[in-house]
């Protein structure tokens, strides 16, 4: 630190405070976010001024602030240079101490989830730029993780994966969100990779990457469509952080809406109306009145969640009532009615 520092900070200790408040939020304590988001900014300036501020200077134990003839620093710049004036040997290119559980770093990083739970501008490019655990060095403020690809289907482990619907990744600004799932109807799957919009739930681009036998045959793979759904991710700039989300958490379908509990912000979403294509073949009747939606599972990006949706029913064989259909019910007359529903912040 230079000599004519006269007062510095400890963002270590500010950022504790970030993780405590943070806390309280969550634990319904809806005043705590005042002091959380005013307190996270600090954290997320420190990863998002570079090359004013180094990023990989963001987790220090000290942070000049003023000088000894009073005189407060004003730029991230001046800052940096007055902070780790000094120091021996050149800048740091890298992040240090990736893998401590106690240290600096560790502690900024979860400030910055503090952050993206206030959604706070900057919020997910501060935490793409901060060091996580097990994380490789990055030695560019622009380094961003390797391109992803799809989950494997080898295997019937790996086929009850697809089958769930799991939503793997999202672009930047959380735009779009990219998810795989497989159908099995009487022993023949059918694997899709979607794209879908995060405003409306719609899917906007889809690849049929296999349909074969449940006993996954390497020739049934559609090659043509495997690179789209590669090339989708690529060119996406996607990044993986889903938390998932369980059946059990996502509350009763109440007045037709979906509703689930992700760090201490409620998310919902409206049921998706169901419709004469969602019943099976030859009924009738008003399929709103015999089918209902129950979610299957998802997965949350801090502000958004994605929860896969199955359609259940109360069909009877007992002539007279109103859900009554005399037809069978098997994959041929009853499709699956499976789908996707985004969830935002209430």
Known sequence: MDPDVRYYTSPWRSDFLVWA??????????????????LAGYTVARFTNYPDF?????????????????????????????????RSGAAPTE????????????????????????????????TDAAPSEGAAPQSSPTARPASLSLPP???????DEWMSGPCLAYSPQRKLLACVSAELEMGFVTATFVLLSSETGAVTEKHVVYEGRSSIEPKSFKQDAMGAAKG???????????????????????????????AGRTLSAPAPKLTQADAPQAFK???????????????SFWDVAVLRIASQHSFT??????????????DETFPSGERWVVLRPE
């Open 153 to 159: 289907l080898e295997n019937e482990q790996h086929l």
């Open 21 to 38: 408040f943070d806390y309280l939020v969550d634990l319904g304590y809806a005043d705590a976010a005042v002091t959380r988001d005013f």
């Open 285 to 299: 009747g008003d399929p709103n009145g015999c089918m209902t939606w129950s979610p299957a599972g998802g997965q």
């Open 54 to 86: 180094n990023r990989f200077d963001g987790a220090p134990y000290h942070i000049a602030v003023e000088s000894v003839s009073g005189t407060e620093y004003t730029s991230w710049n001046e800052i940096w240079q007055m902070s780790f004036a000094g």
């Open 317 to 330: 064989k007992e002539a007279g009532k109103p859900c009554h259909f005399a037809g069978e019910l098997n």
């Open 95 to 126: 992040f240090n101490e990736v893998n401590c559980a106690l240290c600096y770093p560790a502690i900024a990083r979860v400030a910055l989830t503090g952050a993206m739970h206030a959604a706070l501008p900057d919020a997910e490019s501060a």
């Open 232 to 262: 989708a991710l690529a060119s996406g700039d996607f990044t993986e952080r889903p938390v998932p989300i369980a059946p059990e958490r996502v509350g009763r379908l109440d007045a037709g809406v979906f509703r689930v509990a992700v």
